[in-house]
């Protein structure tokens, strides 16, 4: 590596982690960002939570160039959350370039609008980058870096299609960064490369942090179970895994019946609901998520406690993917398998598990600390966190204490407060404007 790039890429990394305070890179991000350096084309191999999402944008931003009017930079990764994950750390960075963010369920005109003036980096889902560049709303042959983030899931969602269309139009001179959080044994014939640089950090070892628990049931009375399990972890937080979207909706209407604070995940909900969803988990006022695998893996989620198998998943690789959401860095988590009288553990799994039991006798846990609060503007109306903190302090008089995660997006923005506070908050407010804007301000639904 020349001086001159030693010194683009430590000014870089200085950058990137004082503005996201961050004391210094992991171990995995450093081999990366070396690697990415002496390597046209590299694999990422790494679990879930583990940071590939900073080891890709270093070298990425390292490789644009100033005053170029055009994409240098595709990074495509199977979801939307995701999507809008990376796009939040790239800003978080503040770097001087432009960065447009292009998924399904966003509206075209707005992206259309974004990319008429070419932002350096694109960050999508396939399927929607696909769409533009058959628009012609930018110019693909242009892009000098690719990133392909969480590949192993994009192939296994089924875009070879749309993957295969994307690559059609670059110029097959630019750079590549694969990421995986399993081992990929060969690549789609899409990919203009048979052999690339790895930086393999999977480990193969027993998590010690993880401690699974057996919970075996009737299975007439499986739903019921789960209720007195989770409502026995007393609010401590919970991520409830099904392999069916309609055993996620059983298990929220029972959830619902007994008024238990909980929110939902799967790929049947409407953008506005699966974010939504996910800004009250984040921010306290959900300590209960249900779930299919579109939430195993991916997703700037906070440290789950208790990771529950409401639902075993057929393969090895999910059933890992799942339990990486706890016991990560230096917490430790634990893991439970509901299994009812008519299905087995799966050969996967060790058969020698410590096996629990829940109190018989329904115990309901106290509402989460906070509740989240939805405000009609967003980004677009120039709205800052700060904006939001000012009103709630000086007209709301909360106190710093009392406010939680504030989340702004293009059009609305939420937040969470002390829960016993609300309902006085919302009568103080009431008629009060937002940076000169009238806006609603009501519990988030």
Do not use: W
């Not at 900073?54 to 495509?76: G, R, Y």
């Amino acid at each position: 590596m020349s001086y001159l790039c030693r010194m683009q890429t430590n000014s870089t990394i200085t950058s990137a982690l004082r503005n996201l305070s961050i004391t210094q890179l992991n171990e995995m991000q450093a081999a990366a960002i070396e690697k990415a350096a002496h390597h046209p084309n590299l694999m990422i191999l790494a679990p879930t939570g583990s940071g590939k999402t900073l080891a890709f944008l270093i070298p990425v931003i390292d490789s644009l160039q100033e005053n170029i009017q055009e994409v240098q930079a595709l990074i495509i990764t199977p979801s939307r959350e995701l999507a809008l994950q990376i796009e939040q750390v790239f800003k978080a960075i503040k770097s001087s370039f432009k960065v447009s963010c292009c998924y399904g369920g966003h509206s075209m005109k707005t992206e259309q609008n974004s990319l008429s003036e070419a932002p350096a980096v694109i960050i999508g889902t396939p399927g929607r980058i696909a769409d533009h560049i058959e628009r012609q709303s930018f110019d693909a042959s242009k892009v000098k870096m690719i990133v392909l983030d969480e590949f192993d899931k994009s192939l296994q969602m089924g875009f070879q299609e749309e993957l295969k269309f994307i690559f059609q139009a670059l110029n097959r001179k630019q750079k590549h960064i694969l990421t995986s959080a399993t081992s990929i044994n060969s690549l789609p014939d899409f990919i203009p490369f048979t052999k690339c640089e790895t930086v393999n950090f999977l480990k193969a070892q027993k998590n010690e942090k993880l401690h699974l628990k057996l919970l075996r049931t009737k299975t007439t009375d499986k739903v019921e179970t789960l209720l007195r399990l989770v409502a026995g972890f007393n609010q401590e937080v919970c991520l409830v895994f099904c392999n069916h979207r309609d055993a996620v909706d059983r298990i929220s209407s029972v959830l619902a019946m007994n008024h238990i604070e909980h929110g939902v995940f799967h790929g049947a909900l409407e953008q506005i609901d699966r974010e939504k969803n996910l800004i009250k988990f984040r921010g306290g006022a959900h300590n209960i998520l249900v779930a299919t695998d579109l939430a195993a893996r991916g997703l700037d989620i906070p440290e789950i406690k208790h990771v529950v198998h409401y639902q075993l998943p057929p393969q090895y690789d999910a059933f890992i993917h799942r339990n990486g959401r706890t016991a990560r860095v230096q917490a430790e988590g634990e893991a439970y398998l509901v299994l009812a009288a008519d299905e087995s553990l799966p050969d996967y799994i060790d058969k020698d598990i410590e096996e629990i039991t829940v109190n018989p006798k329904l115990k309901l846990p106290p509402p989460p600390k906070y509740v989240c609060l939805y405000i009609s503007a967003g980004k677009k109306e120039k709205i800052s966190k700060g904006d939001v903190v000012g009103l709630l302090m000086k007209k709301g008089e909360l106190q710093n204490d009392d406010l939680g995660l504030i989340t702004i997006l293009d059009h609305s923005s939420y937040v969470s407060i002390n829960r016993s506070l609300a309902e006085d908050v919302l009568k103080k407010i009431k008629n009060e404007k937002l940076k000169k804007l009238k806006v609603k301000i009501e519990v988030a639904y």
